[in-house]
T-cell receptor, first 113, second 114 residues
């Protein structure tokens, strides 16, 4: 099983809503990542978790709140987002933060109205 | 500051010919380089990688070349197939200092015509 599964695939939310994006991997990887990708732009790193602990936060606004409940799951909680936060949110995992290539999920397409 | 650059937004080649995708980088701390392929509505898929201690890595139809002095790498696909049509992202990491944190280029749309 070499998949990273993300749900939902599409999400539309208002600026006052609270929603969550979910990511799951069963490859035994100990590092998990959230990336954000705008149209025709490269993916940009948001957060890195290593062994279920947040190791990197790329100065992401607090309206994005990551959570790693266990080694297989990664969530991204969304609250009071802005329309400019509309993007494709990609989850990825790797064997560790120092080893292994990143395996990406298909992404969650978020639209903020 | 774009540390990884793919200067060609698009490339079109004929089926069976060679596709050459180029990537330049500015950060001399980068020591690991990867190519990802991305189809519409899918996440990037890892294709091939190369460590800075090598200058070439080959995997089937895909070969990556690294020129450290020029801070340049390229991906060669031969022979090209219509199924190779996708956006190709070059990515780099500085494993000693930043681990697997990747910096991506802006991507090149490859179209392989039958």
């Amino acid at each position: 099983d070499t998949e990273v599964t993300q749900t939902p695939k599409h999400l539309v939310m208002g600026m006052t809503n609270k929603k969550s994006l979910k990511c799951e991997q069963h490859m035994g990887h100990r590092a998990m990542y959230w990336y954000k990708q705008k149209a025709k732009k490269p993916p940009e790193l948001m957060f890195v978790y290593s062994y279920e602990k947040l190791s990197i936060n790329e100065s992401v606004p607090s309206r994005f709140s990551p959570e790693c409940p266990n080694s297989s799951l990664l969530n991204l909680h969304l609250h009071a987002l802005q329309p400019e936060d509309s993007a494709l949110y990609l989850c990825a995992s790797s064997q560790g933060v120092l080893i292994g290539e990143l395996f990406f999920g298909e992404g969650s397409r978020l639209t903020v109205l | 500051d774009q540390q990884v650059k793919q200067n060609s937004p698009s490339l079109s080649v004929q089926e069976g010919r060679i596709s050459i995708l180029n990537c330049d980088y500015t950060n001399s701390m980068f020591d690991y380089f990867l190519w990802y392929k991305k189809y519409p509505a899918e996440g990037p898929t890892f294709l091939i990688s190369i460590s800075s201690i090598k200058d070439k890595n080959e995997d089937g139809r895909f070969t990556v070349f690294l020129n450290k002095s020029a801070k340049h790498l390229s991906l060669h696909i031969v022979p090209s197939q219509p199924g190779d049509s996708a956006v190709y992202f070059c990515a780099a990491s500085a494993r000693e200092t930043s681990g697997s944190r990747l910096t991506f280029g802006e991507g090149t749309q490859l179209t392989v015509n039958p």
